[in-house]
């Protein structure tokens, strides 16, 4: 890792670490509610996708649209709280309940959006810096454990997410 980089990294960690007793207070959960509004919103790309190219049923559409994008929260808060300590998790809310988290989220989504052919309803601009705070973020131990949580690298939260998705998803068959 370029120097440079590695300074700002550290940086953004310290300033994370320095924060994490008083953003936890604020935050606690924000990394279940990001993951969670994540794969509602996924869905809501892929309703976006399918109506553009008239393959879904209105009804469906409707229906997939009213799921609550917190629906799987309380799933996403007990993987995480079994995979990973309290200092792990405070440190992840921290960034995902920050102004920094919800920049961050934001321009995922509208990634995905690009991706799949759907028009970006919610453009942001993301400066240098950010990305770069982002980045250093994003290429910490923790995060990319986080990352691995519904994967194939991780069988057993990949069969619970699939599990529970198929049960909020079923009503709108």
């Known amino acids: 890792m370029p120097h440079a980089t590695f300074r700002s990294a550290l940086v953004v ?33 892929g309703v976006d996708k399918a109506e553009a190219e008239g393959t879904l049923d209105p009804r469906v559409a409707e229906c997939l649209r009213a799921i609550d994008p917190l629906a799987i929260e309380p799933t996403y808060q007990r993987l995480l709280t079994a995979k990973f300590t309290e200092e792990e998790l405070a440190f992840l809310d921290a960034h995902y309940g920050s102004p920094l988290g919800e920049l961050d989220w934001r321009s995922s989504l509208n990634t995905l959006r690009e991706q799949q052919g759907v028009p970006i309803t919610d453009p942001v601009t993301v400066t240098p ?4 705070a982002i980045n250093a973020f994003l290429s910490t131990v923790v995060t990319r454990r986080l990352n691995l949580i519904g994967s194939g690298d991780d069988a057993e939260s990949k069969r619970i997410l699939e599990t529970e998705i198929a049960r909020i998803l079923e009503p709108c068959r």
């Open 13 to 45: 960690l310290l300033g994370l670490v320095t924060a994490l007793p008083v953003l936890a207070q604020d935050t606690k959960g924000a990394t279940a509610r990001q993951l969670s509004r994540a794969v509602i919103a996924g869905v809501g790309v």
């Open 129 to 132: 810096e950010q990305r770069k």
